[in-house]
């Protein structure tokens, strides 16, 4: 039976992988260890569909982590471009935005990865904040052509890709010696404590790199060049022309035409959806009229074999990064106290009609997530339990929070430390 993950993810739209369960867990087989489940969030009126998704906070917490993350990145940029020209580059500018970064980058790990017990705040976290490097590290390219336009043009693909692997490298280096820590500090295994989605991240680098992928593979220009080493526009057109070709043949070819409808359970119609099938354009070069002279050679087919797997990871992955709902408080500044009411400004929420409510106010029970924040979803209970001793104690330790938030973070970790005992 499909979990409420996997059937939310098969009502997707989708451009390469079928909204299927069965197809999703081919493409993902681990899916629901692997992924955190969206919940409801339900808005201020009750008679309102709730929003499906991941309730975030912004907080000045998030945002100085973006923006330094955005200056180490920038920096990364420039150290890539001396190497390339064999020049020098302001190595103390560049050591002090990484241990800026990495500073916040650990308070984040940190707070998700304690706090976790069963949530996968680590996978959200990666999440979000992955689709933040991605808009980045996307204009890495042109960023490279106005730092030096002969470099830039010759190598800015191949240097955004030199960037990205010196990018997930420190992060992972960085993750394993926060979890190391952890581990000591809670006595408790690494394995059970590392964020799992970020060994699938460092693995498909589409993920840490596009923000958008669409159905011509546009947006991959700099990932042929630059990452396969191939001529993207070549490789593109061969796929076109392959399309062209299965479609004319499907229509005269009935062999062909009932292996598409029973063997891969395709529309034998849409010719781009059948060659999103794995394995199905090896089956078409076997073909005898196969156009090897205009569509793709044996490499080739290996290649779009390997990144259909690419693809469709990618786009799951996506599909819950989209589903990540910014808040704020209506009547403080960012990060600034729970005066008021939750609102996202985010406009593609509000799918009722044009011309809608500038804002979306969520219910007042809503507990956003905060990455900043050593709970990050506030554990404050306002009715009695069974067991009051731990009532009491998530009271209490959001009380402290107001104070003084080392005590917090000792508290909290304690009562971690007694959960996983227990």
Same mark, same amino acid.
């Given at each position: ?17 079928? &909204?299927? &369960? +069965? ?31 991941? &309730? ?9 982590? +973006? ?36 500073? /916040? ?16 705040? &680590? ?17 890495? @390219?042109?960023?490279? !052509?106005?730092?030096?336009? *002969? ?11 030199? !960037? ?18 952890? %581990?000591?500090?809670?006595?408790? !295994?690494?394995?059970?404590?590392? @964020? ?22 546009? +947006? ?7 990452? /396969? ?20 043949? /499907? ?6 035409? %009932?292996? %598409? ?6 529309? @034998?119609?849409?010719?781009? *959806?059948? /060659?999103?099938? *794995?394995?199905?354009?090896? !089956? ?17 087919? $290996? ?47 509000? *799918? ?52 003084? %938030?080392?005590?917090?973070? $000792? ?7 007694? $959960?996983?005992?227990?």
């Amino acid at each position: 039976m499909a979990s409420s993950l996997i059937v939310h993810l098969s009502r997707g739209l989708f451009t390469f992988l079928r &909204p299927q &369960p +069965e197809e999703i867990r081919r493409a993902l087989p681990n899916a629901e260890a692997l992924l955190p489940e969206p919940q409801k969030i339900f808005l201020e009126d009750d008679d309102a569909t709730p929003v499906i998704g991941f &309730p975030l906070l912004r907080t000045r917490g998030l945002a100085a982590l +973006e923006e330094a993350l955005a200056q180490y990145l920038e920096s990364e940029e420039a150290a890539q471009l001396a190497y390339q020209n064999r020049d020098t580059f302001d190595s103390r500018l560049f050591a002090s935005r990484w241990e800026r970064y990495k500073g /916040l980058l650990t308070q984040a790990i940190e707070n998700t990865v304690v706090s976790n017990y069963g949530h996968n705040y &680590p996978g959200i976290f990666w999440l979000q904040h992955s689709l933040v490097v991605a808009q980045i590290l996307r204009e890495v @390219p042109r960023n490279m !052509v106005r730092r030096d336009l *002969t470099v830039g043009r010759e190598h800015g693909d191949r240097l955004k890709y030199r !960037v990205f692997l010196k990018y997930i490298d420190r992060v992972v280096t960085l993750t394993y010696d926060i979890i190391g820590r952890l %581990a000591s500090e809670l006595d408790d !295994v690494e394995e059970s404590l590392f @964020p799992r989605i970020l060994d699938l991240m460092r693995d498909n680098v589409l993920i840490f790199t596009e923000s958008h992928i669409s159905r011509d593979l546009s +947006e991959l220009g700099s990932y042929f060049n630059g990452h /396969l080493g191939i001529e993207g526009r070549e490789f593109r057109h061969r796929l076109e022309e392959l399309a062209k070709w299965q479609d004319a043949q /499907l229509t005269r070819d009935r062999m062909l035409r %009932a292996a %598409a409808t029973e063997l891969m359970g395709g529309n @034998p119609d849409d010719a781009r *959806t059948l /060659l999103n099938q *794995t394995g199905w354009s090896t !089956v078409l070069a076997s073909h005898p009229s196969y156009p090897s002279d205009r569509a793709f050679s044996g490499d080739q087919i $290996q290649v779009w074999e390997s990144l259909l797997v690419k693809l469709k990871e990618y786009e799951i992955l996506h599909a819950l990064r989209k589903m990540i709902v910014p808040l704020e408080w209506e009547n403080s500044e960012l990060g600034g106290s729970d005066d008021g009411a939750l609102i996202s400004r985010d406009r593609s929420l509000n *799918t009722t009609w044009v011309g809608g409510p500038q804002v979306l106010r969520v219910s007042s029970a809503t507990r956003p997530i905060d990455f900043f924040a050593a709970w990050v979803v506030d554990p404050l209970v306002e009715r009695f339990g069974l067991v009051y001793d731990i009532t009491d104690f998530s009271a209490t330790i959001s009380m402290l929070g107001r104070s003084e %938030a080392q005590a917090l973070d $000792q508290a909290f970790r304690m009562m971690f430390r007694f $959960q996983r005992r227990v």
